[in-house]
């Protein structure tokens, strides 16, 4: 399942780029901006629903 779900953001996201009209691959600096924006967002996630767990309760 954990494929599919890659294979499917993989998509979306070359349908983005060529929206944008942006080279694929990316140039590295944003290649690895990107990377790093989604690793932040990745642990981003359980830390704010964490938080929002904890001021509900």
């Known amino acids: 399942m954990n494929y ?3 294979l499917a953001i ?3 996201v070359g349908v983005i780029y ?3 009209d942006f080279r694929s691959p990316a140039p590295p600096a944003i290649a690895l901006v ?3 924006g ?3 967002g990745e642990k ?3 830390m704010g629903r964490q938080l929002v767990s904890g ?3």
């Open 4 to 6: 599919l779900i890659s």
């Open 38 to 40: 989604m690793l932040l």
């Open 18 to 20: 060529g929206a944008l």
């Open 10 to 12: 993989g998509l979306l």
């Open 44 to 46: 981003l996630w359980p």
């Open 55 to 57: 001021w509900l309760s």
């Open 34 to 36: 990107g990377l790093m």
